[in-house]
């Protein structure tokens, strides 16, 4: 069981800068994959990026060279450092883990209930 919780949201202008944080707890289990996604009014969610428990981080083209995704497992965190943030990034953000109840069981998908960031002038 489970919970994800993400903060870190808020209001900024483009070109400033946010880091988002996804704290999972009720932690009886392993967690493998973690990426955050992204849904804004009118569109599809879409994947921002992810990261595995090795630190293998995957981008999407929009967000290359200036997003980075880390993970402390000690904490049972995960960030999202946003910079250069522009319009299009506005989006209600998501996070998202891949959650064993033990060694060599199929995952449970386990998300958040997003935290909303909004880029404007």
């Known amino acids: 069981q489970v919970q994800l919780v993400e903060s870190g949201g808020g209001l900024v202008q483009p070109g400033d800068s946010l880091r988002l944080s996804c704290v999972a707890s009720?932690?009886?289990?392993?967690?493998?994959?973690i990426g955050w996604y992204r849904q804004a009014p009118g569109k599809q969610r879409e994947l921002v990026a992810t990261?595995?428990?090795?630190?293998?981080?995957v981008y999407a083209d929009s967000v290359k060279g200036r997003f980075t995704i880390s993970r402390d497992n000690a904490r049972y965190t995960v960030y999202l450092q946003m910079n250069s943030l522009k319009p299009e990034d506005t989006a209600l953000y998501y996070c998202?883990?891949?959650?064993?109840?033990?060694?060599?069981?199929?995952?449970?998908?386990?998300w958040g209930q997003g935290t909303q960031v909004t880029v404007s002038s």
């Open positions: 009720g932690i009886a289990n392993s967690i493998g994959v």
């Open positions: 998202h883990a891949d959650v064993y109840a033990y060694r060599g069981s199929i995952p449970v998908d386990s």
């Open positions: 990261i595995t428990s090795g630190g293998i981080a």
